[in-house]
């Protein structure tokens, strides 16, 4: 990566899915180290794609905390969302079960009471994956009234 870079490589250049180099570095897992030299290179931490999904998105869902964290420092508010959706990263760490995400994103002051465009809250993706452990984190009650009409 390093040669590439040397070389004049457009560390923001997207393939032809609209995907940036950060993006696919987050996607495939990419080490901290190599991350952190992509974005040392230029590379946008603030880059979106067309439906949405930020940079802090994906490392949100690919649980790469440690590169949220540093997003957090560098200015990336944990409720902030570009999705017509409005699906939060809150809501894409709890639908894929990151249970130390979730806990970390709280800690950071993502708002549990969330709700997408279509009206589904945090706890209602939650519920809808059973993702037990995380309602739990969200102090869910299944016998408060607002949650006894939901279909379980």
């Known amino acids: 990566m390093k040669k590439y870079i040397e070389e004049g490589a457009d560390v923001n250049e997207a393939n032809e899915s609209g995907e940036s180099v950060l993006a696919s ?6 080490d901290f180290d190599l991350v952190m ?4 290179s230029g590379a946008d931490i603030f880059d ?4 949405g999904v930020t940079i802090f998105d994906m490392a949100v869902t690919y649980e790469n905390i440690e590169f949220v964290k540093f997003l957090i420092a ?3 508010d944990v409720n902030t969302t570009q999705r017509r959706s409005r699906f939060t990263p809150l809501m894409a760490a709890v639908c894929y079960g990151r249970i130390e995400m979730v806990e970390f994103l709280i800690e950071q002051g993502a708002n549990t009471e969330a709700i ?3 009206g589904i809250s945090v706890i209602d993706f939650a519920r809808k994956m059973n993702k037990k452990t995380i309602l739990k984190l969200l102090k869910y ?7 006894r009409s939901y279909a379980r």
């Open 74 to 76: 560098q200015g990336v």
């Open 25 to 30: 570095s987050l996607r495939y897992r990419c």
């Open 48 to 51: 979106f794609d067309e439906e």
């Open 37 to 40: 030299l992509l974005v040392d």
């Open 116 to 118: 997408d465009a279509k």
């Open 141 to 147: 009650d299944k016998n408060a009234p607002i949650n």
